[in-house]
């Protein structure tokens, strides 16, 4: 089977057939025991699973701890839920004036195009909304969305989100873009996905160039989290986008047992850089439902941002942010380099210690 029907496989069963087939799956593959599947096959029925043949690959079957399959195998720790965690943990419900848009910044919005991944990662914050059984943003709800974008003149920015965006056709992401670029008032698209890096063939040359449109800029923020996730595949995928004169810039989840230790946060972000993407986010993972095992405490994050400011050209600083619960905002997390004392200002060198400053 070519890698595409084999990811269509994956994906294409209704999710309750599908759930018991895709732990059987995986326990074919080695990676679940015959006394793990029962209880993933309860995982399964709540939150869906997919690994595509490309992240499989790169699973190291002999470690259990495996940061690849940390992140695409379900866990049993994902049936513990907490009292802070939550379904909808930023509250995109409550900006959601329509079916599919989120409307929280005033100068951009989210368009949840469709609610299939090509993975279903385990730290998902969206992992209630995800999943093959959902619906695409298509006919009036589409409609509607677009027009509300078009009333809107402060709408600067239109980011395609859902699920994974780049689950699209060629033909349906091309009408997408040209619909957007029509707008006057809409001058960046920016899609954020995770299909260069976990389904790298889906990015062809027919489907790059659907992305690109007179009138916009289109950006594409691609999700990767660890080092070993930019497979020669991956890196021909970024370089067709780059080369087609899109910019793109990273988003990664910090994830306890992924890549929670500064060595492979300097890889990752460097490897980013050596493909041309701009770090941009390191998330604080969200309280999303069953995703304990993957948080970790802000301060370690911030003390491991420090270690990324010490060590790494100034190119390849992601900003470190946190949704905070209820969809207020985007908080930054960065470490404090800036303190005030009696006599002024002090500021803190990579090496932990203050210096003064007058002015
Ligand atoms: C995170 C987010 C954005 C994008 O924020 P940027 O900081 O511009 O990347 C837009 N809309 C919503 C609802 C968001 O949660
Ligand atoms: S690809 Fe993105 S939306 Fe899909 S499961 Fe992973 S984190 Fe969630």
Redesign the pocket.
Known sequence: MAPQAKIEALLKPAAAEATSTKIADLQAQGLVTFEDAARLDAVAERYAVAVTPTMLGLIDKADPRDPIRAQFVPSALELQQSPEESADP?D?AA?SPLPGL????ED???LKVLSVCPVYCRFCFRREMVGPGGEALVGDNLDQALDYIRARPQIF?V?LTGGDPFMLSPRRARELTQALAAIDHVKVVRWHTRVPVVAPERVSEEFVHALRADGVATWVAIHANHPREFTPAAQDAIRCMREAGISLVSQSVLLRGVNDRLDILQDLMRGFVALGVKP??LHHPDLAPGTGHFRLPIAEGQELMRGLRRTLTGVAQPTYVL?VPGGAF?APLDPVYLQETEGGLQLLDGTGHWHDYKG
């Open positions: 930023i995109d900006f989120v409307h929280r910044y951009r919005v989210l920015e980011i941009y986010y949704d985007k």
